[in-house]
């Protein structure tokens, strides 16, 4: 089974979201910031196709606790049971994803370069006219069958399962045929999966008649006898466990010993439990909970099972994530679809950019954002690549190159504590764009994204600046911050900083990583009588020069931030304007919501 589209109301702190995924889209990782409604997409997934008929929800799951709005959660979905299609099931319903008229969604001023105003009583969903909220595409594909499906829940707390189409009154969505579909959750309460329940992933492996019967029976001799001897758990919960081993050790759980039933009694219930040796495996940590239930909701062949875990990393080591990425991508690959969060740079990095997803908010609105769709060119690629934690950030620094990181993690450090907050408090992370020409277009596509992106960049390079007008006339909104004419960064903080800075550099030589000959150079050019800043500045900007080389910035930055600010004179140069527009760009939260 697979997911096409997914549109959702007023559910938990969502008030409206759509989206429609490729057919491609078989593994999904969707990353964000906390809040931004990731979780809330899998537990609404988790709910439309929900196993049994007591779903309990309460007046804190409609947006805002407004119970006045009814929650609404539709799914185009495929790759279902033949059966579904005959007549007398949901024959009559077949669907397509998406919507017969889907205007583009108002986009917020920071896209646009100019304000565009939305007449909000003609506008519901990412800009769609009320009238064609139910208005879904009949279908056209004749290879491809989908289904839509709906649930409600009104003020009563009554959930309300349908399948709808354009031409027909909604069918009820029976219980039997949404637990036939086998989606399943995978979050902080797996450890149900490794007992035998009717709630159990393991009762799709059971190959007994009755799962039901067999275990109320079992139940009833405990209940009678205190205890039960291990030997009367029927064979067919024993021979139902022979796969289990091989399928925990590719998911990367090693058994510590013969995997076997036992019955545990407990103060409540008893239950049939996955036991390896002695030791029951609920007793295991959390990560290896986890992977046991993963592995077995993954597996089921014949279900096309759609598997949603949330913050996939979880209790698990960086090499158990990679190894179990690569296992949902193979198994995807042939059946079935994975949708899983996470803020784990490990598992973004292991995912191909097809499979990233970036929720963001804006306007208050709930986005979704491909960054397959949007990150096509391979080398910007490979900057993403090596810069992965920014895509887990709210706002981006998109820096020229080395010396402009080093600026950056300095001025942090040096001016950004007057209230307590670092770049990490306001969500800001900084990103090397290995050189000016890809400056621009990082930000842009950062800027596509959902993010809030500010640019600091030499102005040296004509290409760098054509590509930064070029641009600026897509995205106005992002901020670009550059050197004076034809300086680069390092030229600029010569040409700028105090002479008393540059009289004292050699006194630091020792503890900077120069070699020899720069040593030599500099020595003698800081030490003439009549300083030549542009000498001293075409060093400076040498492949390991003075604040290119590793640790070097951090030494001369405070240095440096410390002398501006002793001095007036240095305080209305364009270097003290490049930090003080920088230092106002982060403490602006404007542009986020």
Not at 84 to 102: A, C, M, S
Not at 150 to 174: C, G, H, K, M
Not at 247 to 253: T, W
Request: aromatic share 10%; proline share 4%.
């Amino acid at each position: 089974m697979r997911i096409l589209d997914i549109n959702i109301n007023n559910f938990r702190g969502i008030e409206h979201f759509y989206h429609q995924f490729s057919e491609s889209d078989n593994v999904i990782c969707i990353i964000g910031r906390n809040d931004s409604g990731k979780t809330s997409i899998l537990k609404a997934i988790e709910w439309l196709f929900y196993p049994s008929n007591s779903l309990s929800a309460s007046v804190s799951d409609f947006y805002n606790s407004d119970t006045t709005k009814d929650i609404i959660i539709e799914a185009t979905f495929t790759d279902f049971p033949e059966d579904f299609i005959l007549p007398d099931k949901y024959g009559r319903y077949l669907t397509e994803p998406g919507l017969k008229k889907q205007p583009e969604p108002p986009l917020p001023p920071r896209y646009l370069g100019k304000t565009k105003i939305i007449n909000t009583s003609d506008v519901l969903i990412g800009g769609r006219n009320k009238k064609e909220i139910d208005t879904y595409r009949e279908p056209v594909n004749p290879n491809r069958f989908c289904l839509r499906a709906r649930l409600t829940i009104s003020e009563t707390l009554e959930p309300e399962w349908a399948i709808v189409s354009d031409a027909q009154e909604p069918s009820f969505f029976r219980m039997a045929d949404r637990r036939i579909l086998s989606v399943s959750s995978v979050g902080l309460e797996c450890r149900k999966d490794l007992s035998w329940g009717q709630s159990s992933i393991l009762r799709k492996y059971y190959k007994g008649d009755n799962l039901r019967s067999d275990l109320k029976h079992l139940s009833t001799k405990a209940l009678q006898y205190v205890s039960i001897d291990d030997d009367s758990i029927s064979e067919s919960f024993n021979s139902s466990l022979e796969e289990l081993p091989s399928l925990f050790n590719k998911f990367g759980l090693e058994l510590l010993g013969k995997l076997s039933n036992h019955l545990d009694l407990r103060n409540t219930d008893s239950s049939i439990s996955l036991y390896e040796g002695d030791i029951s495996l609920s007793s295991r940590g959390l990560g290896s909970q986890r992977l046991a239930s993963i592995a077995l909701n993954l597996e089921i062949k014949e279900e096309r099972a759609l598997v949603l875990i949330d913050e996939i990393e979880t209790s698990l080591e960086p090499f158990r994530i990679r190894n179990l990425i690569l296992q949902l991508r193979n198994r995807a690959r042939e059946n079935g679809q994975v949708i899983f969060t996470t803020h784990a740079p490990i598992a973004v990095d292991s995912c191909l950019p097809k499979e990233l997803f970036i929720m963001q908010n804006v306007l208050a609105k709930k986005e979704l954002y491909s960054v397959g769709e949007i990150c096509k060119d391979d080398s910007l690629e490979k900057i993403f690549r090596r810069n992965i934690r920014c895509l887990l950030a709210r706002r981006i620094i998109v820096c020229e190159g080395n010396t402009e990181v080093e600026f950056v993690k300095s001025l942090e450090s040096f001016y950004l504590y007057d209230d307590n907050k670092n770049l990490a408090c306001y969500g800001i992370e900084y990103i090397n764009a290995q050189g000016g020409d890809n400056a621009p277009q990082v930000a842009l596509m950062l800027n596509q994204l959902g993010y809030s992106v500010c640019v600091l960049m030499d102005s040296d390079k004509q290409t760098a600046l054509d590509k930064m007008k070029e641009v600026q006339s897509k995205a106005s909104a992002i901020s670009f911050i550059i050197m004076e004419d034809g300086n680069c960064i390092e030229q600029q903080i010569i040409n700028d900083a105090p002479e008393v800075f540059l009289r004292s550099l050699p006194t630091y030589f020792a503890d900077l990583n120069l070699d020899s000959s720069s040593i030599s150079c500099l020595q003698t050019l800081c030490s003439t009588s009549g300083l030549n800043r542009f000498e001293i500045g075409k060093k400076a900007k040498e492949k390991n020069g003075l604040f290119k080389a590793f640790g070097n910035g951090e030494i001369l930055f405070p240095i440096l931030f410390e002398q501006f600010e002793g001095s007036e004179e240095s305080m209305k140069t364009h270097f003290y304007s490049v930090i003080t527009k920088l230092k106002e760009w982060v403490k602006d939260d404007s542009a986020l919501y």
